[in-house]
């Protein structure tokens, strides 16, 4: 969100445009916890995790009440429109603020999670899913020295967009995650065909939202059929969220900060940036929200061939 912030900031001096950053997102609104932002404002921050402009949630803002208030302190200031960056419960917000005042919103997808449609990527997730894979790559050392089976849980409450990256780029015997039905049984009968060609090493990706359970309740299933697998259980939680982003989520966060604030001047509101096959496009808030980004059917059928 940093590199993000910087290109907003950047792209709009650029122009002449005068920038104010709101700390801690809606509810900076309502409390007029507002900064002015310049180009030194935003030095050395592309490097840095999480967001220098901090981010909460905001139960007054889902009422009527503290969206007027939000709107009073944002005509104080003399503001016009806003970048807002974030997932679903963003989105919805800015959908609700623009048709009840007038104020142009544009969006910037900004979760881990990677759940949002009109984009193929949202910032973080490259970065959380190179956590990730880092982390169970130090995992499988244990795992082979000792012979054991480890169920790692990745971060995902609706979406297994990480579990199914960081599974293929790790080589895990087994991904589960919600979108796709967890067969215990199943699960152990792969792990056998494995055992007996001489694998010393097992380790499943548990997506947080599975349908079957988190990984210590899939764990007490496979233990409870299967005794005989010395198990064992790693969460990797909230590591996921920090750290300083990849290069990828570097020039993705510039790319769409530069688009988000183009858009603005072009008169566009209501709408995402995001990175489609490669180029940035715009997306109605409405389908960002509506339509579920389900994970790519081709890395499915990949995970299915090269996870045996």
Same mark, same amino acid.
């Given at each position: 969100?940093?590199?993000?912030?910087?290109?907003?900031?950047?792209?709009? &001096?650029?122009?002449?445009?005068?920038? =104010?950053?709101?700390?801690?997102?809606?509810?900076?609104?309502?409390?007029?916890?507002?900064?002015?932002?310049?180009?030194?404002?935003?030095?050395?921050?592309?490097?840095?995790?999480?967001?220098?402009?901090?981010?909460?949630?905001?139960?007054?803002?889902?009422?009527?009440?503290? *969206?007027?208030?939000?709107?009073?302190?944002?005509?104080?200031?003399?503001?016009?429109?806003?970048?807002?960056?974030?997932?679903?419960?963003?989105?919805?917000?800015?959908? @609700?603020?623009?048709?009840? /005042?007038?104020? $142009?919103?544009?969006?910037?997808?900004?979760?881990?999670?990677?759940?949002?449609?009109? =984009?193929?990527?949202?910032?973080?997730?490259?970065?959380?899913?190179?956590?990730?894979?880092?982390?169970?790559?130090?995992?499988?050392?244990?795992?082979?020295?000792?012979? *054991?089976?480890?169920?790692?849980?990745?971060?995902? *409450? /609706?979406?297994? /967009? !990480?579990?199914?990256?960081?599974?293929?780029?790790?080589?895990?015997?087994?991904?589960?995650?919600?979108? =796709?039905?967890?067969?215990?049984?199943? &699960?152990?009968?792969?792990?056998?065909?494995?055992?007996?060609?001489?694998?010393?090493?097992?380790?499943? !990706?548990?997506?947080?939202?599975?349908?079957? +359970?988190?990984?210590?309740?899939?764990?007490?299933?496979?233990?409870?059929?299967?005794? @005989?697998?010395?198990? $064992?259980? =790693?969460?990797?939680?909230?590591? @996921?969220? +920090?750290?300083?982003?990849?290069?990828?989520? *570097?020039?993705?966060?510039? $790319?769409?900060?530069?688009?988000?604030?183009?858009?603005?001047?072009?008169?566009?509101?209501?709408?995402?940036? +995001?990175?489609? @096959?490669?180029?940035?496009?715009?997306?109605?808030?409405?389908?960002?929200?509506?339509?579920?980004?389900?994970?790519?059917?081709?890395?499915?059928?990949?995970?299915?061939?090269?996870?045996?």
């Amino acid at each position: 969100m940093n590199a993000c912030v910087r290109a907003v900031v950047r792209r709009a &001096l650029a122009d002449g445009i005068s920038l =104010t950053g709101i700390k801690r997102g809606f509810q900076g609104l309502i409390e007029k916890d507002f900064e002015t932002l310049d180009s030194r404002s935003v030095s050395n921050i592309i490097q840095r995790g999480g967001t220098v402009l901090k981010s909460a949630r905001s139960m007054e803002f889902m009422s009527v009440e503290g *969206r007027v208030k939000a709107y009073n302190n944002i005509a104080d200031a003399g503001l016009d429109s806003l970048v807002v960056i974030g997932g679903d419960g963003t989105f919805k917000g800015a959908v @609700q603020f623009e048709r009840e /005042h007038a104020v $142009r919103v544009v969006g910037i997808p900004g979760t881990i999670d990677n759940d949002l449609s009109g =984009t193929d990527f949202t910032l973080g997730f490259d970065t959380a899913v190179n956590t990730a894979v880092e982390a169970i790559d130090k995992i499988r050392d244990t795992a082979a020295s000792h012979d *054991r089976l480890f169920f790692v849980e990745v971060m995902g *409450r /609706h979406a297994g /967009h !990480i579990a199914l990256a960081a599974g293929i780029s790790s080589g895990a015997e087994a991904i589960l995650m919600p979108e =796709t039905p967890t067969d215990i049984p199943a &699960l152990l009968s792969n792990l056998e065909l494995g055992k007996s060609a001489g694998k010393t090493s097992n380790i499943v !990706i548990v997506c947080e939202g599975d349908e079957a +359970g988190g990984a210590f309740k899939i764990a007490e299933k496979v233990r409870s059929l299967a005794p @005989q697998y010395d198990t $064992r259980v =790693t969460v990797l939680g909230h590591i @996921q969220r +920090g750290g300083s982003p990849t290069a990828f989520d *570097r020039i993705l966060g510039t $790319r769409l900060g530069v688009a988000a604030v183009e858009a603005l001047i072009d008169g566009k509101s209501g709408v995402m940036a +995001g990175l489609v @096959q490669g180029k940035v496009a715009l997306t109605s808030f409405q389908d960002c929200i509506s339509i579920t980004h389900l994970p790519d059917t081709e890395m499915l059928r990949i995970s299915k061939i090269t996870n045996i």
